[in-house]
């Protein structure tokens, strides 16, 4: 379950349940089951907050929008000082390519939150995309938090 990212290791509270691993969220402040996909979701939000200083009171988990007039769930949702969307991320397990399909699941979240960027990862890789008015361009770096 655990495994190592093509990212910088954070330490974790891990705990086990019904023999079933627990991660404890800091964002959600309660312990979730340590899906691979969990996994990755709180290796980003450490790499985000640490490496890059995007606060964490700024961040949200699993933000719950409709989309099409279906009930759809975010992975990590940062927004600016202002409260506005400035990027959703998609996390996958390690396992799940980057793929077109992700991509369009991404852009779709996106049409109802506006965020001017959106981070798709499996924790291995990454694909950024800066979105405006003219539509999107892939980027190479993470953007600085404002």
């Not at 959600?28 to 450490?46: D, N």
């Not at 007039?69 to 998609?90: H, N, S």
Request: with cysteine; glycine share 2%.
């Amino acid at each position: 379950m655990i495994q190592n990212l093509d990212l910088p290791e954070y330490q974790h509270q891990i705990t086990c349940k019904a023999e079933q691993l627990w991660i404890f969220d800091i964002i959600r402040k309660k312990y979730v089951l340590l899906t691979p996909e969990e996994w990755v979701r709180q290796q980003m939000v450490c790499w985000l907050s640490e490496q890059y200083q995007y606060p964490k009171s700024l961040m949200q988990i699993e933000k719950r929008h409709y989309c099409h007039r279906k009930v759809k769930r975010t992975d990590i949702v940062i927004y600016d000082r202002k409260g506005k969307p400035f990027m959703l991320v998609e996390c996958k397990a390690m396992h799940v390519s980057l793929s077109q399909e992700v991509c369009e699941q991404a852009f779709l979240y996106n049409q109802t939150l506006q965020a001017p960027y959106v981070l798709l990862t499996n924790g291995i890789s990454y694909a950024l995309m800066s979105f405006s008015e003219n539509g999107f361009a892939f980027l190479e770096k993470i953007p600085e938090f404002a």
